[in-house]
């Protein structure tokens, strides 16, 4: 059984220790978008750890890898004003001890199922395309996208989110071919 990981191992002198550093980074003016690491300056993740590897993140500071790589990504879609102050604000918003493990899969379920901002709302018209979206969603939810689910589940869910992505293809496809022929009289 994996022990389950508490963010800054639960003591606050470690986020302010991290804290401290990715400040000193912004200071120096070492926190850049558009690379991992370059001439002693660096992403949100570098300035972090002082190095560029997601893998030091749950022995550093309690923190699963995939979210690390979800700190990067949002991180590198930010104006330059925000991106300066990304890594801060994510240190801050963590309570020390808390578990994680639940941010990834809340994260994965919102891109898939938000009728606003997710997947489906591409696939609206494709009730095939919107069951496999909701169907992985469902494993998400459940722990089933872990390794709790067998491995039939895992082609099924693999090929929901393939479909999932055809159909959100298709969607934006068809959209912009009805909207040339809107604008084409």
Not at 62 to 72: N, W
Not at 130 to 144: F, N, T
Not at 177 to 183: C, G, K, L, M, W
Request: charged share 25%.
């Amino acid at each position: 059984m994996t022990a389950t990981l508490r963010a800054f191992h639960g003591d606050p002198e470690i986020k302010v220790r991290y804290q401290a550093r990715v400040e000193e980074h912004r200071r120096l003016d070492q926190l850049i978008q558009g690379t991992g690491y370059q001439d002693g300056r660096g992403c949100a993740i570098y300035c972090i750890l002082d190095d560029y590897d997601h893998t030091l993140l749950p022995q550093e500071i309690g923190m699963p890898e995939v979210l690390g790589h979800l700190v990067d990504q949002l991180h590198e879609l930010q104006t330059p004003a925000d991106a300066q102050l990304w890594p801060g604000r994510v240190l801050a918003a963590i309570r020390p001890g808390a578990d994680l493990s639940r941010v990834w899969p809340d994260w994965a379920i919102w891109m898939l199922e938000d009728p606003d901002h997710g997947v489906i709302r591409h696939a609206a018209g494709y009730p095939a395309c919107e069951a496999a979206i909701q169907r992985v969603a469902a494993l998400w939810r459940s722990g089933g996208m872990a390794e709790k689910f067998r491995r039939a589940e895992a082609v099924e869910a693999g090929r929901a989110g393939q479909a999932a992505g055809w159909a959100a293809r298709a969607a934006r496809a068809a959209g912009e071919a009805e909207e040339e022929a809107e604008a084409a009289g």
